[in-house]
């Protein structure tokens, strides 16, 4: 069997001293997991880097587009190995540049092996001077169009010419379960990408007020679920109908107040599932006065709610980046389609957006069965598993 070896670099496991080996283990199994229906692959831990071989003849754009998802992997590429005679490389490398199509060039040695016998200043030059002089090509130090990378570490020759950028981070695993609450939006799915790439498992959990709106949310929450499943390949959804809760809302809380107390028992609800999955924290979409009911008084109005940490990956963004954030990991045409929003359910034109603290905690007190009703709710919770790849 002939191999292809990919070379993959990860990004902050290089930093961790003490659990190095914990992260390096977590990234590899994620790799192999999310290539699970490869067969013959081979994944090695080696000096700093993961070493991936592949039969020669598998399905090369497809397995570099799951591993760009990966998080925890700074960039990677598709490499040869190398002859330890420099003479021998030198043939070896310039077989393979010849026909590449390029104006300039430079060759970059990284050795890690200090017994290996030449420096890399040397070999870059010597590799170098075989490409200048048979195919006519200048050298351009800076702004080279095409980069010849050599790796030398452990006795071993590494050489490749492209590089894919990764998503960075840590690998998902590595540091514990989150509970997301995905809305069909745009927000909700980046933030959950996120903490993905901090290392999160992220559980979601999507309120729905189904019979009293469609559920186009729900399928439109599922979608998003199951594209964001290839960048942490094993996903739970939670389903939670609101609409009793909501309905006792309406009757008997001053309409104003209405989103914030919806948004309440859905933090609530969201920390009984994160007890459940042995969660650490809720995520939300929030971002610091987007639309009306996340100022600052009604996120610290609703966050009262519950003592778990409520982190918000996007508190600080502005809508623009977010977008374009939503649109590189793949979301954002689903988190655009029409969908009935639970939360607008019955939401005045101009709702609360300095809501204080007592006006918020009587209304709730007028429904004196919310107890009740949250855990008539978790009664007919419905969850989802799914995997990728599937
Ligand atoms: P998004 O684009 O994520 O929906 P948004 O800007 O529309 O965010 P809101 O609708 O106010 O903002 O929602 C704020 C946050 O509350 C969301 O980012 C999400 O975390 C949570 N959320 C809103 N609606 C739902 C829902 N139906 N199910 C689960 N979580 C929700
Ligand atoms: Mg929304």
New binding site residues.
């Given amino acids: 069997m002939k191999n292809k070896i990919i070379i993959i670099h990860y990004s902050e496991i290089g930093l961790k001293k003490g659990n190095r080996k914990f992260f390096e283990q977590k990234l590899k199994d994620n790799i192999l997991f999310a290539l699970s229906d490869f067969e013959e692959k081979q994944v090695i831990l080696d000096f700093g880097r993961v070493l991936l071989l592949m039969p020669y003849e598998t399905l090369m754009d497809e397995i570099v587009e799951r591993i760009r998802k990966i998080p925890g992997i700074a960039h990677f590429s598709v490499a040869k190995q190398g002859s330890t005679d420099i003479g021998i490389l030198k043939q070896q490398i310039f077989d393979d540049v010849k026909d590449r199509q390029f104006t300039t060039f430079r060759v970059e040695t990284k050795r890690t092996d200090k017994q290996f016998p030449m420096r890399s200043m040397d070999i870059n030059k010597e590799v170098g001077a075989v490409i200048h002089m048979e195919l006519n090509k200048p050298v351009d130090l800076k702004n080279a169009e095409f980069v010849v990378h050599i790796e030398i570490y452990n006795q071993k020759v590494f050489y490749y010419f492209d590089r894919t950028e990764g998503t960075r981070g840590l690998p998902v695993g590595s540091s514990g379960n989150v509970v997301?609450?995905?809305?069909?939006?745009?927000?909700?799915?980046v933030?959950s990408y996120k903490m993905m790439c901090r290392g999160c498992r992220v559980i979601f959990?999507?309120?729905?007020s189904f019979p009293f709106t469609d559920k186009t949310?729900y399928y439109n929450?599922l979608k998003l679920a199951e594209q964001l499943t290839q960048y942490q390949l094993r996903t739970k959804i939670y389903f939670i109908s609101l609409a009793d809760i909501q309905q006792a809302i309406i009757e008997r809380a001053p309409t104003k107040l209405r989103l914030i107390l919806y948004?309440r028992m859905?933090y609530r609800l969201a920390e009984r599932i994160a007890a459940k999955e042995r969660a650490k924290a809720l995520?939300?979409?929030?971002?610091v006065g987007?639309?009306a009911?996340?100022t600052l008084d009604n996120i610290a109005a609703i966050s009262q709610a519950v003592t778990m940490p409520v982190l918000r990956p996007l508190i600080g963004m502005d809508k623009e980046s977010i977008v374009l954030e939503a649109k590189s990991i793949g979301t954002f045409s689903t988190?655009i389609e029409p969908y009935d929003?639970?939360?607008s359910f019955l939401v005045p034109r101009n709702p609360e957006t300095h809501a204080k603290m007592h006006e918020v905690l009587a209304a709730e007190e007028s429904i004196s069965n919310w107890q009740e009703l949250i855990e008539q709710a978790l009664m007919q919770i419905e969850m989802k598993y799914m995997v990728f790849p599937n």
């Fill in positions: 997301s609450m995905l809305s069909s939006g745009i927000d909700s799915p933030a959990v999507h309120y729905h949310s929450a948004r859905m995520i939300t979409g929030e971002s987007q639309v009911s996340q988190s929003d639970c939360c």
